[in-house]
DNA sequence: CGTTTCGGATGACAGTTGTTCACTGACTTC
DNA sequence: GAAGTCAGTGAACAACTGTCATCCGAAACG
């Protein structure tokens, strides 16, 4: 009954796109799928605020979900497939989001100030992803670890490639560059995890945090300004 | 039989220091307690090399130490218990590194490169325990999460009466050398987490990390020296 | 010496887990 | 409209988990 609703909702949309990407097996079997395939990785990510991976059991999941412990093996191998599929969703939109900000031509301080209200909104909007995200990034789970140091290998790519466009990169080497995007990805990361032990509703907590972001980036945006000044 | 043989060795050891420290229950029963509450201390760590503490079976434990589950309980309440202990044994020495590292006055080129070789040589000396502090740091288990948190907060309190006292600190506010030194502390843990990913016998590997280690420091100290200048 | 203390062993308890299997029935294709 | 595909089911499997009441025997004590 309930199924039959949600079916036909979906045959009307796959109506209206018919031949649109994927050639076969075009419809309502795959959204369906892809369907009870969200629905697991959303139970995973809403049991995984309070535990890790590798302690959240499969059944679990789909006990949450309302499907049979068989059914996830449709969708994933292992728990590790969701937890790398959960990587991608987490850290996949970020990427628009870095290159959106790197490409701005601010002022120091206000690319510092930008920088870590996107951070703290991005940590509000997506909690639950981020916390997934510090908690695995060590976490127990090889494939996970892999997939999310690879993530943020890409970022700091970005923001080497962003950096080296400013004029302020002039006398760094490339290999230094990299070192100082690695640095900028990681305060990210860091003040992000920050984010995560104050309430979402400690106006007070967060700003405090945000302020000691501020205060470290503009440590470092000060040490890269002279970089090449004479030792003393 | 193996466990009688034990206990002759034993009581002839106490013996030796029949009325030292402590004055009632000496001896024996003790040491062979604390004895068996070490081996459970590494065997838990040992299998936390490859997988998470809310994954760590107690009976895993006791399997591998050669004891009854039962008698966990006489030295842990929970395997959490068994967490925060781990935490003190990790983190509970490198106290005294940081004063000494503190304590040292040298040039500013100097001290961090004995920062950076330190932080190798800790991590390379004690490769399972910062393993678990890394992996446990945003871990699902709250006590240790807390217990870590709170180790990390003595060492920036250190590294903040550390900093207090350089001439270099003319100018700042107290809670900005604090924030300061939190950023020196998570730096510092950034760079151990991050000679984990590499084998211990690949020289060039930790050579290279190391290398990029003290190109951040040295940023950050840059910072620090410019912090009064005026801002452009 | 006898008595008490207590670290550890034993065995059982009720649950839970991951994985596999043949199967059903709605969607897809010809 | 018949044939095929395939997401999801239900049951069963062996293995495993944390916790408990109970007992044993060596160390500690008077």
């Known amino acids: ?3 039959d609703f949600l079916s036909v909702r979906w045959r009307k949309s796959a109506n ?3 031949l649109n990407d994927m050639s076969h097996t075009p419809g309502v079997r795959q959204a369906q799928k892809q369907q009870t395939r969200q629905a697991l990785l959303d139970a995973g990510l809403r049991l995984l605020e309070h535990q890790n991976l590798s302690s959240l ?3 679990e999941v789909t006990r949450a979900v309302g499907v049979s412990p068989a059914a996830f093996y449709r969708h994933f191998p292992d728990m590790a ?13 970020l990427h628009a989001v870095i290159r959106a900000v ?3 031509t601010t002022d120091s301080a206000g690319i510092i100030d930008r920088t870590v209200a996107i951070t703290a909104e991005y940590v509000a909007r997506h909690r639950p992803h981020i916390r997934f995200i510090a908690r695995e990034r060590y976490g127990g789970v090889q494939a996970v670890r892999e997939a999310i140091a690879a993530e943020l290998q890409g970022f700091a790519d970005e923001v080497a490639a962003g950096l080296a466009t400013q004029p302020a990169s002039k006398g760094w080497s490339p ?6 995007a690695e640095l900028y990805v990681d305060h990210m990361v860091m003040t ?8 979402p509703d400690d106006t007070a907590g967060l700003e405090h945090l945000a302020h000691a972001a501020r205060l470290r980036m503009r440590i470092i945006s000060i040490g890269r300004a002279h970089w090449l000044d004479p030792q003393p």
Chains 1, 2 share one sequence.
């Open 16 to 18: 209206g796109c018919l």
């Open 192 to 199: 992000a995890a920050a984010f995560l032990d104050v309430a």
């Open 1 to 3: 009954m309930f199924t």
């Open 57 to 59: 059991g499969l059944r």
């Open 102 to 104: 790197m490409a701005e």
């Open 81 to 93: 497939g969701l937890g790398v599929a959960l990587v991608g969703e987490s850290l996949g939109s």
């Open 175 to 180: 290999g230094e560059l990299r070192v100082l």
